[in-house]
């Protein structure tokens, strides 16, 4: 089975920072990578995701994310975060071999101080 | 509205009673999913239906835990002798048919066992 880990569990930030969030994956073979985030008292919704093609995924809200195969990771970036960035992150990763089956990591949470 | 809905979205119960936890997906999808969040902790797959039928099951923890979809939109989580330990966020989520690899998050059924 996969595996994720998030090493960072708490982060906080002054507005106008730059932010980084690590992902981590355990599988070797085909992958398809996720960031979900979670704003206080909503769901969980899909940030980005990367496929294939160009390692440098853009999603909203100015996030980007990495995909960088030899060191099994896919890092969240944001060159200047907002209050309104205040949520939990979560990566999640899912192997081509079993594409219905999503890991998420134990997620990453973000304060933005005003 | 036009999301997953969960019902209920609180649950307190006390030790060795049985519990429902419900999930109505979007209209039209056809995979569902059910996970597990405990404190401090990632989403934990617990079992995938395509359809009617229960694709994956393999998450569950113990014979205790069963879910059903048996017309293939609905799907309701059952626990049987609740313990302590299964105190948690229980959420749902839902996909369509053509893979974009994004899951639809309900806002979850926060369960207390006391």
Excluded: M
Excluded at chain 1, 42 to 48: D, V
Excluded at chain 2, 60 to 85: C, H, M, W, Y
């Amino acid at each position: 089975a996969q595996s994720v880990s998030q090493h960072n569990h708490h982060v906080i930030l002054s507005e106008a920072a730059s932010l980084e969030l690590g992902c981590n994956y355990s599988y070797g073979g085909t992958v398809n990578l996720f960031w979900y985030v979670q704003y206080p008292g909503q769901h969980l919704q899909l940030l980005l995701k990367y496929f294939s093609g160009d390692p440098l995924v853009k999603g909203i809200k100015g996030f980007e994310a990495e995909f960088i195969k030899s060191k099994f990771s896919f890092n969240l970036r944001k060159p200047s975060v907002q209050w309104s960035d205040t949520a939990e992150y979560f990566c999640a990763v899912r192997a081509l071999y079993n594409f219905n089956k999503f890991y998420f990591g134990s997620g990453t949470k973000l304060n933005v101080k005003p | 509205g036009a999301g997953v809905s969960q019902t209920p979205s609180n649950k307190v119960t006390e030790k060795g009673k049985y519990v429902e936890l419900r999930c109505d997906p979007i209209s039209g999808h056809t995979a569902l999913y059910w996970y597990r969040q405990s404190l401090g902790q990632g989403p934990e797959f617990l079992i995938y239906f395509q359809g009617t039928g229960a694709a994956d099951d393999s998450g569950l923890p113990n014979d205790r835990f069963f879910a059903v979809r048996p017309e293939g939109s609905v799907s309701t989580l059952k626990i049987q002798r609740t313990e302590r330990g299964d105190s948690a966020v229980y959420l749902c989520a839902s996909r369509p048919g053509g893979d974009t690899g994004e899951l639809f998050f309900g806002e979850g059924s926060r369960l207390t066992v006391l």
